[in-house]
């Protein structure tokens, strides 16, 4: 079956990088559509980079544009989230998530798109 573990997480100050690795497994044929989101207690679940493996086309949420970089790794099993200039509001479980469909219907950055996902990875950015 499909896994997908995360990796990387844990504590950083206020303006330093981290970066996050997704690691899939246990699928025939490709996954299409990659993503990183995230959540906080008591909020919804936020997509903030996606990326089309196949075009290697990226998505960001605005909060993060110009912050965060998704990558795949050469393998094409791995996928990675560059975080830079970290704020303590990006604190969170940080999620992967794959799926076979290019990103449609529902957008990269929605959950709905989404089949398979990790356990998540916490991020705390102290200030």
Request: glycine share 12%; aromatic share 12%.
């Given at each position: 079956?499909?896994?997908?573990?995360?990796?990387?997480?844990?504590?950083?100050?206020?303006?330093?990088?981290?970066?996050?690795?997704?690691?899939?497994?246990?699928?025939d044929?490709?996954?299409?559509?990659?993503?990183?989101?995230?959540?906080?207690?008591?909020?919804?679940?936020?997509?903030?980079?996606?990326?089309?493996?196949?075009?290697?086309?990226?998505?960001?949420?605005?909060?993060?544009?110009?912050?965060?970089?998704?990558?795949?790794?050469s393998?094409?099993?791995?996928?990675?989230?560059?975080?830079?200039?970290?704020?303590?509001?990006?604190?969170?479980?940080?999620?992967?998530?794959?799926?076979?469909?290019?990103?449609?219907?529902?957008?990269?950055?929605?959950?709905d798109?989404?089949?398979?996902?990790?356990?998540?990875?916490?991020?705390?950015?102290?200030?």
């Open positions: 079956h499909v896994q997908l573990v995360e990796s990387g997480g844990g504590s950083v100050q206020a303006g330093r990088s981290q970066r996050l690795s997704c690691a899939a497994s246990g699928y044929g490709t996954m299409y559509c990659v993503a990183w989101f995230r959540q906080v207690p008591g909020k919804q679940r936020e997509g903030v980079a996606a990326i089309r493996t196949d075009l290697v086309s990226t998505y960001y949420a605005d909060s993060v544009e110009g912050r965060f970089t998704i990558s795949q790794g393998d094409k099993n791995t996928i990675f989230l560059q975080m830079d200039d970290l704020k303590p509001e990006d604190t969170a479980v940080y999620f992967c998530a794959a799926t076979e469909g290019r990103c449609i219907p529902y957008g990269p950055l929605s959950q798109q989404y089949a398979y996902w990790g356990q998540g990875t916490q991020v705390t950015v102290s200030s």
